[in-house]
């Protein structure tokens, strides 16, 4: 079955940079592309950005762009994404997603990391 | 960017309701759109994709419709497990989510 594991949970200072890492598992995983999706406390979903793992393409949201960094490890089948220069609003829980490429939804989430940044 | 915009942000129903939300697309996005349930301390869950799909496993009073740049998402008939958040995205030009409609017990 298709499981997405992330990282644990970070707590971080501002201006520090996090890593979070996602393995997947039950599926191919070049075949899929890989999402991140926060959360801040209370709030809704935001798209940061997404990898094909089969070339390691990357396409960032306009608002974390300079910001954000995704990769990955086909040998371990294991996405990151490192998100810089933190600051007291990217509190939030960072979700890895699963899809199906261009033109598709999300179909598998991670359990979620929970990243806080204090000071 | 296409911006996606929910309605309402917080509905109040009963058990037995019809439920009604609405997503609103800044310009055309076909019909690549999907809905998705989270309830609280977990991932969201897709229900429907490209507007009218239901996702394999998700009750059949879940139903989705578009016209035009106005999608819907309907519960016939709201169960006690629907009370959550509901979230539209489109993925015609990346991704996008809208903020967002609760629905609480009334």
């Known amino acids: 079955q298709v499981q997405l594991m992330q990282s644990g949970a970070e707590v971080k200072k501002p201006g520090a940079s996090v890593k979070v890492s996602c393995k997947a598992s039950?599926?191919?995983?070049?075949?899929?592309?890989m999402h991140w999706v926060r959360q801040a406390p209370g709030q809704g979903l935001e798209w940061m950005g997404m990898?094909?793992?089969?070339?390691?393409?990357?396409r960032y949201a306009q608002k974390f762009q300079g910001r954000v960094t995704m990769t990955r490890d086909t040998s371990t089948s294991t996405v990151y994404m490192e998100l810089s220069s933190l600051r007291f609003e990217d509190t939030a829980v960072y979700f890895c997603v699963r899809g199906g490429g261009y033109a598709f939804p999300f179909d598998y989430w991670g359990q979620g990391t929970l990243v806080t940044v204090s000071s | 960017d296409i911006q996606m915009t929910q309605s309402p942000s917080t509905l109040s129903a009963s058990v037995g309701d019809r439920v009604t939300i609405t997503c609103r697309a800044s310009q055309s996005i076909s019909s690549w759109l999907a809905w998705y349930q989270q309830k609280p301390g977990k991932a969201p869950k897709l229900l429907i994709y490209?507007?009218?799909n239901l996702e394999s496993g998700v009750p059949s009073r879940f139903s989705g419709s578009a016209s035009g740049t106005e999608f819907t998402l309907t519960i016939s008939s709201l169960q006690p497990d629907d009370f959550a958040t509901y979230y539209c995205?489109?993925?015609?030009?990346?991704?996008?989510f809208g903020q967002g409609t609760k629905v609480e017990i009334k």
């Open positions: 039950g599926y191919t995983f070049t075949s899929y592309f």
């Open positions: 490209k507007a009218s």
């Open positions: 995205q489109q993925y015609n030009t990346y991704w996008t």
């Open positions: 990898i094909n793992p089969s070339g390691g393409i990357t």
